[in-house]
C-alpha cells in the first residue's frame, strides 16, 4: 500500500509563474490535507478537502492560492503568480475520514520562487 | 502567545538517555498528535491522542486534557531519533485536518 504521495518533490518557479503541486493520497483515504511550511516557520495549516468538494479553507491565503480534488485524479494545489514569500515546503496528507484517526503525510514538495 | 507551545526548542542527549518533550496547549482539543520530521524533510505520524497514553516501541504518549498537556517519552535514545518532534492541535469543535501546530523540538541524539 503505498503511502501519500506528492509530487514534484522540488519545483522552481519565476515570479510571476504558475505552480502546480499533486497528492494522491493513500489507498482507500477519502480526505486530503495541504500544510505549508515556511523556511524557520512552523507548519500552518491551509485546506482540507474531500472528494469533489471543500471541507475547510480558512487556512488558504485569500488571493491567488486553489486547491482541488476531483473524482478521478490526485488533489492539486494551485498558486497564480507566485512571488519570493510563496518559497516554502508543502505537505500533503491524507486519512480515511472517520473521526480521530491518524493522518498520514507525504513527504512534501519544495517550492523554490526565484 | 502560540495557542501550542513546546519545549524544550532544541534538546542535546546522549544515546541512552530517557527524553521527554513536552507540549502545552491554550485552546480545547479534541485530540493531539505528535509528529517526527526527518532532517531530510519527511514528516511522520507518531501517535493520535485523545485521553491516557499509548505506547510503540521506544515511545510513549500522555496526554492530560484537564491540564492541557501532552508529553512524548523516547526511552533508550539513539542518533537515529534524531529528528524535530511536532505536536499538534485538533481544535475542539474544527475540522479534523484542521491543526494547530507547535513550533517543533529539535532532537539530537550524540552517539
Known amino acids: 500500500n503505498a503511502g501519500v504521495m506528492q509530487n514534484p518533490r522540488h519545483l522552481v518557479r519565476r515570479r510571476g509563474q504558475e505552480a502546480r503541486l499533486r497528492c494522491s493520497p493513500m489507498k482507500g483515504h477519502s480526505h486530503v490535507y495541504w500544510y505549508r511550511q515556511l523556511p524557520e516557520e512552523g507548519l500552518k495549516f491551509m485546506v482540507y478537502l474531500q472528494k469533489e468538494n471543500i471541507i475547510d479553507e480558512s487556512g488558504m491565503p485569500k488571493e491567488r492560492f486553489s486547491a482541488e480534488f476531483p473524482k478521478e485524479g490526485p488533489s492539486i494545489l494551485r498558486i497564480q503568480q507566485v512571488v519570493r514569500g510563496d518559497s516554502a515546503a508543502y505537505f500533503c496528507?491524507?486519512?480515511?475520514?472517520?473521526?480521530?484517526?491518524?493522518?498520514?503525510f507525504g513527504e512534501g514538495s519544495w517550492l523554490t520562487v526565484v | 502567545k502560540n495557542e501550542v507551545e513546546q519545549s524544550p526548542q532544541n534538546l542535546t542527549a546522549q544515546e541512552g538517555e530517557f527524553i521527554t518533550i513536552n507540549c502545552s496547549y491554550s485552546?480545547?482539543?479534541?485530540?493531539l498528535h505528535w509528529l517526527q520530521q526527518h532532517p531530510g524533510g519527511g514528516i511522520v505520524s507518531l501517535f493520535m491522542l485523545s485521553s491516557g497514553k499509548k505506547k510503540h516501541g521506544r515511545l510513549i504518549a500522555t496526554i492530560n486534557i484537564q491540564e492541557k498537556h501532552s508529553s512524548l517519552h523516547i526511552t533508550a535514545s539513539h542518533p537515529r531519533d534524531s529528528a524535530v518532534y511536532i505536536c499538534?492541535?485538533?481544535?475542539?469543535?474544527?475540522?479534523?485536518?484542521?491543526?494547530?501546530f507547535g513550533k517543533g523540538t529539535k532532537l539530537s541524539v550524540k552517539p
Open positions: 499538534a492541535a485538533v481544535n475542539y469543535g474544527g475540522s479534523q485536518g484542521n491543526l494547530i
Open positions: 496528507a491524507s486519512s480515511p475520514g472517520t473521526l480521530e484517526t491518524t493522518i498520514y
Open positions: 485552546v480545547g482539543i479534541s485530540a
